[in-house]
Every structure is written in C-alpha cells, then in structure tokens.
C-alpha cells in the first residue's frame, strides 16, 4: 500500500499510522445513501410479513381453479338451414303424391333410420357405449343414422355428450331454460360455432370419433347419402308402378319421413325436458314422457336415461316400454352385441 500511494504522490499527506488501518477502515455512506438503504429494507421486511407461510411437507394444497374461457359467439349456420327448409317444402308435394305404398315406406324407414340409425346407434351405442359390437356393425349403424338426415355422426355425438355434461345449465346447446320450448326443438341448429371452433368443440366432446377414419368418411357422406336414398326410392317406386310410385316414393320416403323422423327426435330435446314425470331426483328437467317414448322407441324416458346415462335400458318401470332396448337385446341374441349394460351399478350385477 506504502508503495502504491509513493507512485501517486500522495505518500507525505497520510501519516505511517493511519496507513496501517486503511484495509479495516469503516467509510460512514451520505446520509441520501443511508435513507435510501433504510426505505428498501423496511420494505423487504414487510414483503415477508405478507408472504404466506410455507406448507407443511404433508399438507395438500388447494388446486386453483381455471377460469372458463367463454365460448365465441355463434354464427348463423346456413347449411343446416336451407337443408331444413328444403325438407319442409318437399312435404308440401305429400297431397299429390300419396299412394299407401308409401306410407308403409314412411314407417318402415322411420324405424330403420330413426330408431335403429338414432335412437340405438348414435344415441345408445356411439354416445353412451351401452354395449359392443363389431366394427361392420359399428360403421353400420353409423351409416343409418346419417340417412335420418341429423347432421353428420360426429356433430351429433359431440353435440350430444356436451347437452349431459351441461345439462339444463350454461353450455347446454339445447335446454329449454336457453330460450323455450322452440329453441330446444329446432331453432338451436340454427346456429354454430365459427369454424375454428367447431373442429376444437368436435375434438373436445369426440375424440373418439375424430380420430377414425372410418366414422370420419361416414360423416362425409351424409349429405351425399341423401340423394342416393333418394335414387334407389324412386327405381324402387318406378318398378312397382312408374313415374308417379317413383314420385311418391321420394316425396314420402324422403322428404315426409326425414321430417317426421327429425320431429321425433326433437321432442326429446323439448318435450322430454318440460312434461312429463320424474323417477329420479336430480338437477336438470328431464322428464319421463310417455308420448315421446312411443314416437321415438323409448327415448321419451328421459329423466331414467339422464339419471344414468350408460344404461341400455332407458324403461325402469315394468310400463316403460322401450322398444330400442329389444332391439339391442335382439342384437345381443343373435350375437351381434355384447357387455350390454343393462344395470344401474357394477355392484348390481349377479354373480
């Protein structure tokens, strides 16, 4: 150090003794520098005072809830629509078109699209997976429920599984508290998601179904599949007794059944959620209603259904009549469904 201050000049203005101390001198800060340093502390302190004491090791901890993000508005969902309005036109051609022939048409094809396509393969098989089956089957039923002119497979399903999880509450898309009795019958398709978030809401509620390339080419063709009922109609009819058979085949085959069908189902969304009674106690309005039950095979027991969704059988009073449920016990018979869940609980099966 004694050195060092020679080589600067500044040796002769410090005395020996104090050069001895300068390595352990204490410099006293400005007084500016002193409040300065006395503010930050007095803040760190009162930062831990306000932070919460840490965890015990085996104390669990709260999960903090994520905020629902609200859904995008919805857009007017055109195709749906015009492919309504113009199944409801075409009934205005029945009067001139009526044969008996076809009226047996209407109802065989109810049931063949309404009840085996919608009510046991959408409804019971795809959404719920009440029982199993093969593939052939699988994308059969799949098939036959897009000729009831729903919508393709995948938006049923994914439109279906959300009404449970949000049943009668918000995010519902068909509760009657949303907007009435219409807007759960028929003005809610209406309306759809901007498409981004169609695919995310498909990917959400149908995973499943989103990921097979099977269901996603049935899904494909649902609008095709229409005009190619509609041709076999018409050979059909025109074989039997020409042009005019022809007509009313597809007039009645298509256009009255497809609208009959769709009313059918869509009294379960409305009527089945404001009359009717009650079996089971719980949040939602679903209601067991015996005039639905009957129009579309069983579905009208719909407080029985939405009180245990996964049940084949949605009849749980000996009056409860549900003839989608013979259908897959027929299944069952012939050996083309299996694991059929025919039971409330696990715990009720007998061994």
Same mark, same amino acid.
């Given at each position: 150090?004694?050195?060092?201050?020679?080589?600067?000049?500044?040796?002769?203005?410090?005395?020996? @003794?104090? !050069?001895?101390?300068?390595?352990?001198?204490?410099?006293?800060?400005?007084?500016? &520098?002193?409040?300065?340093?006395?503010?930050?502390?007095?803040?760190?302190?009162?930062?831990?005072?306000?932070?919460?004491?840490?965890?015990?090791? #085996?104390?669990?901890?709260?999960?903090?809830?994520?905020?629902?993000?609200?859904?995008?508005?919805? &857009?007017? #969902?055109?195709?749906?629509?015009?492919?309504?309005?113009?199944?409801?036109?075409?009934?205005?051609?029945?009067?001139?078109?009526?044969?008996?022939?076809?009226?047996?048409?209407?109802? =065989?094809?109810?049931?063949?699209?309404?009840?085996?396509?919608?009510?046991?393969?959408?409804?019971?098989?795809?959404?719920?997976?009440?029982?199993?089956?093969? #593939?052939?089957?699988?994308? *059969?039923?799949a098939f036959l429920g897009g000729l009831a002119g729903e919508g393709s497979v995948i938006d049923w399903v994914a439109n279906h599984r959300k009404h449970h999880a949000h049943s009668d509450e918000e995010g519902d898309p068909h509760s009657p508290r949303e907007?009435?009795?219409?807007?759960?019958?028929?003005?809610?398709?209406?309306?759809? !998601?901007?498409?981004?978030?169609?695919? =995310?809401?498909?990917?959400?509620?149908?995973?499943?179904?989103?990921?097979?390339?099977?269901?996603?080419?049935?899904?494909?063709?649902?609008?095709?599949?229409?005009?190619?009922?509609?041709?076999?109609?018409?050979?059909?009819?025109? !074989?039997?007794?020409?042009?005019?058979?022809?007509?009313?085949?597809?007039?009645?085959?298509?256009?009255?059944?497809?609208?009959?069908?769709?009313?059918?189902?869509?009294?379960?969304? @409305?009527?089945?959620?404001?009359?009717?009674?009650?079996?089971?106690?719980? *949040?939602?309005?679903?209601? #067991?209603?015996?005039?639905? =039950?009957?129009? =579309?095979?069983?579905?009208?027991?719909?407080?029985?259904?939405?009180?245990?969704?996964?049940?084949?059988?949605?009849?749980?009073?000996?009056?409860?009549?549900?003839?989608?449920?013979?259908?897959?016990?027929?299944?069952?018979?012939?050996?083309?469904?299996?694991?059929? &869940?025919?039971?409330?609980?696990?715990?009720?099966?007998?061994?």
């Amino acid at each position: 150090m004694a050195t060092l201050l020679r080589k600067h000049g500044k040796m002769s203005s410090i005395p020996n @003794s104090a !050069l001895n101390l300068i390595p352990f001198a204490t410099v006293e800060a400005p007084p500016k &520098v002193r409040e300065y340093a006395k503010t930050r502390l007095e803040k760190k302190v009162v930062r831990q005072e306000r932070r919460e004491p840490d965890p015990e090791p #085996n104390e669990k901890q709260p999960k903090r809830k994520r905020e629902a993000k609200p859904e995008p508005k919805q &857009v007017l #969902n055109w195709a749906a629509i015009i492919w309504l309005g113009l199944l409801h036109v075409g009934c205005l051609f029945a009067p001139f078109f009526f044969s008996w022939q076809a009226v047996v048409l209407v109802i =065989a094809l109810h049931w063949l699209t309404g009840g085996i396509g919608i009510c046991l393969g959408f409804h019971r098989y795809l959404t719920h997976s009440s029982f199993a089956t093969y #593939n052939w089957v699988r994308y *059969s039923l799949a098939f036959l429920g897009g000729l009831a002119g729903e919508g393709s497979v995948i938006d049923w399903v994914a439109n279906h599984r959300k009404h449970h999880a949000h049943s009668d509450e918000e995010g519902d898309p068909h509760s009657p508290r949303e907007g009435g009795a219409w807007w759960s019958h028929l003005w809610w398709m209406a309306w759809q !998601l901007p498409t981004y978030s169609q695919v =995310a809401h498909l990917r959400r509620w149908a995973p499943d179904l989103v990921k097979d390339k099977g269901m996603r080419w049935i899904a494909r063709l649902f609008l095709p599949s229409q005009f190619m009922l509609a041709g076999v109609l018409f050979g059909l009819g025109y !074989l039997l007794g020409g042009t005019y058979m022809g007509c009313s085949f597809v007039v009645y085959g298509s256009f009255v059944r497809l609208v009959f069908v769709l009313h059918s189902t869509w009294f379960v969304n @409305s009527a089945s959620h404001i009359w009717g009674y009650k079996n089971y106690d719980i *949040s939602d309005d679903s209601r #067991n209603n015996w005039w639905v =039950a009957i129009i =579309a095979y069983g579905e009208g027991w719909h407080n029985n259904h939405h009180a245990y969704p996964r049940m084949a059988p949605h009849g749980h009073k000996w009056w409860e009549f549900d003839m989608t449920y013979m259908a897959i016990r027929t299944l069952k018979a012939v050996g083309l469904a299996w694991d059929v &869940v025919d039971y409330k609980k696990k715990s009720d099966i007998q061994a």
